[in-house]
């Protein structure tokens, strides 16, 4: 079968008899069945884990050994949205369970980076460290629900981190040094962080970027840190500490080792905060997302182990950074015995198909990527097969965006006849999965192959009904372990309500347009709501708008994000200039070079265009998503009300670039 004939559903892998009996969730169901539950499928099973939440969770639960003390009398409490109570009175630690398969003779992690040839850090290693961090953590009097912060790359120091903050109950929050300061300030200067980490730059595509003048800047910004630490990448030598108090990496890693049986790890309830992950809303500042140690132990070891089917000691390879959701998916791999493959560089210098010679190097068995990624290969015509020894690899992911028919088909091809193409969408809200993969079925051309166990994903058309075979709005009707147990400073959880309550009351909006057909294979369709999705990482509009007010001759912006086919992305930046202002290339340049210093290059629009006026609606609301309907082929008068309006004609503009530019190629 090539590309060119390749349609949505055509069959393009069918599990073997020998993949099926090794998948993880047959075992699961052989378990059951020994417990009296008997599944003829994967859909019986999934009905029965989204009706019987106690018996489902409670199963996992058990199955999953989790270690915990505390009494345990019921999976539930309260099972309201928001709200839910899940296994009350328990208590639990996230980095312990993580830590609980280190032993000798085996490798922790995988780590490589442009200037770094592949190299393992052992499991013994991976835990001496971390407990010896964590004593120092406690020593500099952080403890439980202290907040913890990180502006690191994908490297070991930054899983060490955050596995020895988890020990010691404190809260982890992560960005990339890609990062601008007006970005990391928006996020972290809500949580009022106790301690630092910082690297002090980083190498990317050949280049150098020394983020020392940055740290200042943000250092500035963040009154509440007692401590910084720093890890030197670009000077190792070096004995600059930024400021007086500042530790290095090597120091607090002094000393002798501790042993496993002498350190003591916080057990805290299973609804404590683990990690803080931002999601960006279309107002105000970004969302500080708060995730708990049960919620993320429970529902990333189900999404490892029955939706990736990864397998102890097999090598997981997702290229990611510290600022996206995936990274914590993918140090979450040793909750499940393991091996995180970590890369910290440009995905495709100095060649394209540099991360397929990690996969070879490393002997990866999983990898993930983003649809454009996968674009990109084609366009520069890599076939993996065709260079690498790639006999290890037996599974792929693809998240991040919607994916096409062909995109999934380009891996039979160019990869392997004989590999289980799957994708998935989850989100940052989450920090999980809400459709994924399920190894025992066949895998259908652009089709995600089912809602995962345990969550009652639907599509909701405009009167709040489920619907099959038509797009509706995402949503969720059953609570889940890991839903938020709220936002930062958000004490009477208002914003919490409204981000995801607001529409159906009791019944979690995800944002995103759906589709479920009738054999249960799923399509994700782009986002339903305002916020700009790239390349999986989501970004709010406000954050563009509070860039451009340092741009004065801009008057009044609008931006949205189109998803394309193949994965691709289009992000117009739509400006009302001021009075004799000319939107030319030094303007152009002007407002990119804001929008990478002041966040990152993911905010830097595609293309900026000039317009008479910004669409509002009466109350004072940039009409964002109207304007994204419009742009992606919705007729206007069912893309808005313009009783609603407060310029009736303030969406003509935007109609007529549609049809004239509808394919979006600029």
């Not at 970027?209 to 943000?218: L, T």
């Not at 182990?305 to 090598?315: N, W």
Request: one cysteine or more.
């Amino acid at each position: 079968m090539t590309a060119a004939c390749t349609r949505e559903g055509d069959l393009l892998w069918t599990p073997s008899v020998t993949r099926v009996k090794n998948a993880n969730l047959t075992h699961f169901m052989t378990w059951l069945r020994g417990r009296g539950r008997h599944f003829d499928s994967y859909g019986d099973l999934w009905q029965w884990s989204v009706d019987d939440q106690g018996g489902f969770w409670g199963a996992l639960w058990e199955y999953f050994e989790v270690r915990y003390s505390g009494p345990y009398e019921k999976v539930l409490g309260a099972p309201a949205m928001p709200g839910a109570d899940w296994f009350p009175g328990t208590q639990l630690n996230y980095a312990e369970h993580a830590l609980r398969h280190e032993r000798e003779g085996a490798d922790g992690l995988v780590y490589s980076s442009e200037r770094d040839a592949p190299r393992t850090l052992s499991w013994s290693d991976l835990g001496n460290q971390v407990r010896k961090l964590a004593m120092r953590l406690r020593s500099l009097g952080v403890g439980r629900g202290d907040r913890v912060i990180a502006y690191l790359p994908n490297s070991p120091e930054a899983v060490i981190a955050m596995l020895a903050t988890a020990s010691v109950g404190a809260i982890w929050a992560s960005c990339g040094p890609d990062f601008g300061p007006r970005g990391v300030v928006d996020r972290f200067a809500q949580l009022q962080p106790k301690l630092a980490f910082f690297v002090d730059g980083y190498y990317y595509g050949g280049k150098t970027f020394d983020r020392r003048p940055e740290i200042h800047a943000i250092l500035d910004a963040l009154p509440s840190l007692q401590q910084i630490v720093l890890v030197r990448r670009l000077e190792p030598d070096s004995n600059l500490r930024i400021t007086d108090h500042a530790l290095f990496w090597e120091e607090l890693l002094a000393g002798p080792e501790v042993p496993r049986e002498l350190f003591h790890f916080e057990r805290v309830p299973f609804a404590h905060p683990l990690w803080i992950l931002f999601s960006s809303g279309t107002t105000g500042l970004p969302k500080p997302i708060i995730h708990s140690h049960g919620g993320m132990i429970l529902e990333q070891i189900k999404a490892l182990e029955f939706h990736l089917d990864l397998h102890p000691r097999e090598r997981m390879l997702f290229f990611t950074t510290t600022g996206w959701m995936m990274w914590n998916f993918l140090v979450s791999a040793l909750l499940v015995d393991g091996v995180p493959v970590l890369y910290d560089g440009n995905p495709t210098y100095p060649d394209p198909d540099i991360l397929w010679s990690m996969v070879e190097r490393t002997g990866a068995s999983f990898f993930g990527a983003s649809p454009t990624y996968v674009a990109m290969l084609e366009k520069a015509r890599v076939a993996p097969k065709d260079r690498f020894d790639l006999s290890t690899l037996d599974s792929v992911l693809l998240a991040g965006s919607p994916v096409t028919a062909s995109c999934m088909e380009w891996f039979y091809r160019n990869v392997k006849k004989d590999i289980w193409v799957h994708s998935g969408s989850g989100g940052t809200d989450l920090c999980t999965g809400i459709v994924g993969g399920v190894v025992i079925q066949p895998v259908y051309a652009g089709e995600i192959q089912g809602r995962q166990l345990g969550v009652a994903a639907y599509a909701f058309n405009d009167r709040g009904e489920a619907v099959f075979d038509e797009v509706g709005e995402m949503v969720i009707t059953r609570p889940l372990p890991s839903m938020p147990v709220g936002f930062w400073n958000d004490a009477d959880g208002s914003r919490y309500r409204e981000s995801y309550f607001d529409q159906y009351p009791g019944v979690w909006r995800h944002g995103d347009f759906f589709k479920v057909n009738r054999r249960g294979g799923c399509f994700v369709l782009g986002r339903s709501d305002a916020t700009l999705n790239r390349h999986g990482v989501r970004i709010g509009t406000a954050e563009v708008y509070r860039a451009l007010i340092e741009v004065p001759e801009i008057e009044d912006a609008l931006i949205v994000n189109l998803d394309l086919a193949g994965g691709a992305f289009f992000m117009p930046l739509f400006v009302k200039l001021g009075e004799g202002v000319t939107l030319d290339d030094g303007l152009r340049n002007k407002v990119n070079a804001c929008m990478r210093k002041t966040y990152s290059a993911r905010h830097i629009p595609d293309r900026i265009y000039e317009v008479p006026v910004i669409p509002y609606t009466s109350t004072g609301k940039k009409m964002e998503v109207p304007v994204r309907r419009v742009l992606m082929g919705v007729p206007a008068e069912k893309a808005a009300s313009r009783a609603t309006m407060a310029d009736v004609n303030s969406l003509d503009w935007f109609v007529h670039f549609a049809e004239e530019q509808r394919d979006y190629q600029l």
